[in-house]
């Protein structure tokens, strides 16, 4: 059983960006740009946005972080939108979620040039993924291809069992690993409402589990050798801890890690990818790989 | 067994429509108007762009057909878009596929305003329609989806596999029937690189086929009982026909049908749907449901 260690993972390509960025600087280029809008202060969000500036500065990047408070109006969060649209100097950007009940996401998420959306949760970058086309693959997602990738484990042909279809992780999971150029694989996406889940999950070579339920994926679910990828990270409350809580993953760790022949812990897994992979969008932002402007 | 009949039942969608447009007229709004561009003399594009037309007369909307030579530059192709975009009167209109080589079609396609945007191919139609959002679902799928609901074929918590992953009916279909809104259904992809594809589709209560190869799908690859949607046209030729030859469906129909609960013919099953709901697309831009203008 290989443990797929998501934090030296994250570190090894955060050391690869931070590489690429001295290079384009010494070849007289510009210092890649992240701005940041936090609205409140979530204790969870503080903690996501402080992690997002930390990884910046890993890399190299400049970066900006925009607050308001709860109050904030949509109007005035849409004006510093259109503002860090037109920033040149800005390259891309990301509105922490969630946003106060008053003000509509999907508005906000719409309203940022997509060729910024460093986040990849517009509209057309989501319907650019989906059919095959460059565009800002969202960072959950984005990062669990990637450790496919680099631990080389086969994907082409294989049965690929997700759990959850959630927008942001299960849904683009499906989409980037039935299509050719991505995953290539079998996919099937499974859910509450799913009669035969146990029996998809026993025939699964992969199963990618995104359901927020803890210890969801039980031994029985798993056929041996299979790959197991772990995007759960469910608060349970641990008094042992100082914090009160630990963090548990959507599968039974210990009883399904020995039938794996990989398989990512909570944390340690996939968690550390997401901000690396914002920080890899933020790199092609700068480097207008994907979009010109 | 039984048979969806897709020409009776488009025919009864039409009906429908026109019945609402007639509603429309006389309460003093304005008749739906749909506006085709068709670039050069392809026999196929003559022929689907002909019957387009036919149906919008059936409907009662207004149509435009304008035509461009085989020669005419994207610019002027791009020009004309824009007129269109700009033109209150036209409440959707399509690009015929394809387009000579020397246009790009996906230019083309984004050019379009997405709020006229009847066959659903700009990426901020696919995209809401991955995320659950209002928007126009192209044809091929809502048409199977509308056929599946008027049959009552239950999908809810089923296992339902889509053999092919194209853009334009694999991929949304299989986006739509995994959704809570629509199919509810557990989805499975399976394409040319899939190894148990036959296996998959022996477990399959739904399978709806979109392969592009005649007779692919065979008696011992469908579970008594089964729904199977044939998405299939290859043109097979056959000495017996005056054309010279005939569709063929995806599937083995003459040794699958006894199996199933309910098969769609081809010619007769899904296609007649598609250019229904290119129409049930424009009643809806007509009377701006989707999007506001």
Known sequence: MTLIDGKATAATIKAEIAARVEEIIAAGGKRPHLAA??????????????????ACEVCGFKSSLIRFEDD???????????????????????????LPRHISEQKVIEAIDYRKDVDGFHPINVGRMAIGLPCFISATPKGILELLQRYGVETRGKKCVILGRSNIVGKPM??????????????????????HLKEECREADIIIAAIGQPDFVTADMVKPGACVIDVGTTRVADPTRKSGFRLNGDVKFDEVAPLCSYITPVPGGVGPMTICMLMLNTLLAGERSIYAR
């Open 37 to 54: 809008i936090l609205v409140g202060h979530d204790g969870g969000s503080e903690t996501y946005v402080a992690n997002k500036v930390k």
């Open 72 to 98: 904030v109006t949509e109007a005035e969060l849409l004006a510093k939108v259109k503002e860090l649209n037109e920033d040149d100097d800005v390259d891309g950007f990301i509105v922490q979620l969630p």
């Open 174 to 195: 499906a989409q980037l690993m039935m299509q050719k150029q991505y995953g290539d694989a079998t996919v099937t996406v499974c859910h509450s409402h799913s009669t």
